[in-house]
């Protein structure tokens, strides 16, 4: 029997990019707030001190600030006719836990998605006509880009990103992405400063007619005070970025930009190593009550609050919206149901390069510092003669030359011995790598929902994951590794070697963190879990921030747009949820 707490305004439900913003937000507001995290409370300081921060062994290889499987898992299978397995360990993508989440020790890549990326069903029907997409689950998202415009902005400058802009106000600026949709005014930093390697990408793609830019990096090029008033310090390219936390307050997360004002406030409460069990709803089953939840020691509490927000990371949202019975969830076979619909995930491949004239010093490297083309990302370039739609950003970002991790040898080269080790010294400073990180489109069989057989630590089921890459991002990936084959050899390396998309997904090779969907934004309630303000059709007094809104993924990080989210759901809530409770979008 849970014992129950005084009430409060708002319970956020994780505490890492969103929830931070979504806490800070509404308490600027006066409202009480309390956030339950599931993992530990961290800090730079105590943290990710330089003192034993690039710890390559604990960080990168055990993953010592990750969700460990123990804590939550899910099922994995690539198709209905298959049996979903547990994933003992986590590989393809690494959950994060712990106040900041998955925010910790992310790359930093900063991107907005393109105009079309938004109204997607809309656009491909218009310029290629409805039979083009028959056999993907496309939606428009509710929202356009020129809505969250300000919200995308609000997120750069919260985060300090550094970068170009292409396109201010409509007019095409030299040296930033030509493709972007029109923004009212450029990055508060400029570009991180290059290194070699992609700078030289940058020279072969150009010297093929494409328009690379510097990646819009949440590495910092330069000292930065936020509009929360919080300092940063310059990034020093220290290499132990992806998968660490950053020890120089250089990278934006939830600790360098939010947190320091946020816990001063009096009405604000974390509430650490604290994981929710489900949300509760009244008898009538549309108006959430609170949550319950459990802390370290076992004991189960129920916090009531007036506002419920789900900001536990995507896949966490869609389960826990299952969990709670909050809207209905999705069949595949019927097509009814919203909750869990649309799971999309990233179409990535990559090419490695070797050369024999040329240095590189791999090592001087941070998360995002490196070159981007948007030339072959989504609708950007005419599909029309092609058999595919969606499209990929190629970046070259080389992000480490840490020493267990990086050792670029030749297809041949033994994996061990003598051989191994005389590849290994030869190659380390004369090889990098670029990739194509491919847009992931929703198809009915692709899916989230409650496993039947395997339950948690608390005796819930848990999610069951059914995916397989469609075979239109397979055609797309390898239509843009084409191209990038035909980059590499304009670098005229003395070897190169494509790593291509092909089925099937395979959960053990780390790909990519950039899980979406489960809990679509929509103007329909029969294709969305939530509405154009995030809010959820069934119980109005719940909102579901995270990629789990995307109704499918774009060519690009999801972070960005992730943050432009909580700003804009965090002024529906103030603008227009709190002046009139309920449902803010007729179904
Ligand atoms: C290695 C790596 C690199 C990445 N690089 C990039 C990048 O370069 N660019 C980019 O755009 N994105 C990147 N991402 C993705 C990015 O980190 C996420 O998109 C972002 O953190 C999502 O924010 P969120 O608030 O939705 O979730 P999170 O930041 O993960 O926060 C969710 C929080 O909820 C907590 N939680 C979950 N369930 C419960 C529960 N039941 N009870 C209580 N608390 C709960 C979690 O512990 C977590 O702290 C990367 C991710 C990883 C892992
Ligand atoms: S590369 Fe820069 S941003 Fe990343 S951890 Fe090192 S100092 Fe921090």
Not at 177 to 203: S, V
Request: glycine share 10%; with cysteine.
């Amino acid at each position: 029997m849970a014992r129950k707490l005084p009430a409060k305004d708002v319970v956020i439900v994780g505490l890492g990019w969103t929830g931070a913003i979504l806490a800070h937000e509404l308490t600027e507001q006066g409202l009480d707030v309390v956030a339950i995290e599931r993992g530990p409370w961290r800090d730079t300081a105590t943290d990710f001190n330089i003192g034993y921060t690039p710890d390559e062994l604990r960080y990168a290889v055990r993953r010592d600030l990750f969700l460990q499987p123990a804590q939550e898992t899910m099922t994995m299978r690539n198709t209905t006719a298959q049996t979903a397995l547990p994933m003992r360990d986590y590989g393809s993508f690494l959950p994060g836990t712990g106040v900041g989440g998955a925010g910790v020790h992310w790359n930093g890549h900063t991107w907005r998605f393109h105009p079309s990326d938004f109204t997607l069903k809309s656009h491909l029907t218009e310029r290629y006509g409805a039979a083009r997409i028959a056999d993907l689950q496309i939606e428009d998202w509710g929202v356009t880009y020129d809505e969250l415009e300000s919200a995308y902005d609000r997120f750069e400058y919260l985060c300090g990103i550094s970068g170009k802009a292409g396109n201010i106000n409509g007019s095409i600026q030299a040296g930033g992405n030509p493709f972007e949709g029109p923004r009212k005014r450029d990055y508060p930093l400029p570009p991180m400063q290059m290194t070699y390697a992609p700078t030289l990408f940058a020279e072969g793609a150009k010297s093929l007619g494409y328009h690379p830019f510097p990646t819009p990096s949440a590495n910092l090029s330069q000292g930065y005070v936020n509009p929360l008033g919080i300092a940063m310090g310059q990034c020093t390219m220290c290499g132990f970025c992806e998968r660490f936390g950053c020890a120089n307050y250089s990278k934006s997360s939830a600790q360098t930009t939010v947190l320091p004002v946020l816990m001063r406030k009096p009405n604000f409460e974390a509430r650490c190593n604290s994981e929710v069990l489900h949300v509760n709803l009244d008898a009538s089953g549309t108006m959430a009550k609170g949550v319950t939840y459990v802390d370290s020691s076992g004991v189960e509490w129920e916090q009531p609050a007036d506002l419920v927000l789900l900001c536990a990371y995507g896949l966490h949202n869609a389960r826990l919206m299952m969990l709670s019975k909050i809207g209905k969830i999705y069949d595949p076979q019927t097509g009814e149901g919203t909750v869990g619909r649309n799971y999309c995930y990233q179409t990535n491949a990559g090419v490695q390069m070797f050369f024999e004239d040329k240095t590189f010093n791999p090592f001087i490297a941070a998360g995002a510092l490196g070159q981007t083309m948007d030339d072959f990302n989504g609708d950007v370039f005419d599909h029309g003669a092609l058999n595919f739609v969606g499209g990929a950003g190629i970046n070259c970002i080389p992000t480490n030359g840490r020493p267990i991790g990086f050792r670029p040898t030749p297809p041949g080269t033994p994996r061990w011995g003598s051989a191994w080790k005389k590849a290994t010294k030869d190659n380390y400073q004369r090889a990098f790598g670029f990739s194509s990180q491919g847009s992931s489109y929703a198809m009915r069989g692709n899916y989230l929902d409650l496993d039947p057989t395997y339950k948690d630590r608390f005796g819930r089921p848990l999610m069951r994951m059914t995916f397989d890459f469609p075979d239109n991002d397979i055609r797309m990936s390898n239509w843009v590794s084409d191209r990038m084959e035909e980059i590499a050899k304009a670098l005229k390396p003395k070897q190169y070697v494509q790593a291509r998309r092909t089925k099937s997904w395979n959960s053990v090779p780390y790909q990519s963190t950039h899980n979406t969907g489960g809990a679509t934004m929509g103007a329909n309630p029969k294709t969305s879990a939530v509405n154009k303000y995030l809010q959820s059709w069934d119980v109005p007094n719940v909102f579901v921030i995270g990629a789990s809104a995307f109704q499918q993924n774009a060519g690009k990080n999801p972070t960005g747009t992730v943050g432009a989210l909580a700003y804009w759901a965090a002024d529906a809530i103030r603008d227009k949820y709190l002046r009139n409770p309920g449902a803010l979008v007729q179904a």
